[in-house]
């Protein structure tokens, strides 16, 4: 074995799914101490065999993304990336330490290889759910629509999924 990249940082888990469906496995991770989620895209091997990668910026304006799930919370029928920042994963020492703690999801688009964000939560730093180590979703309230679990240095918190506004 050898390694093709290093990522002394890197979320866990990070994901290994076949995101745009070319037969080859792609790497989803999050800097855990910095910002930036990314999209390794696993390229057509090389004619010694060896693995090639392409990088994509999926998000860099929040950091500190621990922990990611790819999970449908919206009904589509799709999974989304489910992430966001960790309060205070060093003690105030990372970058973007003091900024809003978000919680989100990454709509992805087959079609252009693009990702939609949709803020589930943006609270100043302290006041709001974090991501900490890990993501759990499930229906926890029995209404249809996927709930989020997440504890973190600033509490253990459920977002419960009220579901999409009816249109009409």
Do not use: M
């Amino acid at each position: 074995l050898h390694a093709d990249f290093v990522l002394p940082h890197a979320s866990c888990p990070a994901l290994i799914l076949d995101l745009n469906g070319d037969g080859r496995n792609d790497f989803i991770y999050g800097n855990g101490h910095n910002y930036g989620l990314y999209w390794y895209q696993q390229l057509e091997p090389q004619s010694d065999g060896s693995t090639t990668w392409r990088v994509h910026l999926i998000d860099d304006k929040f950091s500190q993304a621990h922990a990611l799930a790819w999970e449908d919370i919206d009904q589509d029928g799709k999974p989304e990336l489910i992430t966001g920042k960790r309060y205070f994963a060093h003690s105030g020492k990372d970058p973007g330490a003091k900024d809003n703690i978000t919680v989100q999801y990454y709509d992805w688009n087959p079609d252009n290889q693009t990702w939609t964000k949709n803020l589930i939560s943006d609270a100043p730093s302290g006041e709001g759910p974090g991501i900490g180590l890990q993501i759990r979703v499930a229906d926890l309230d029995g209404n249809g629509w996927s709930d989020i679990a997440v504890p973190g240095k600033s509490g253990t918190h459920i977002l419960f999924n009220q579901g999409l506004p009816k249109e009409g």
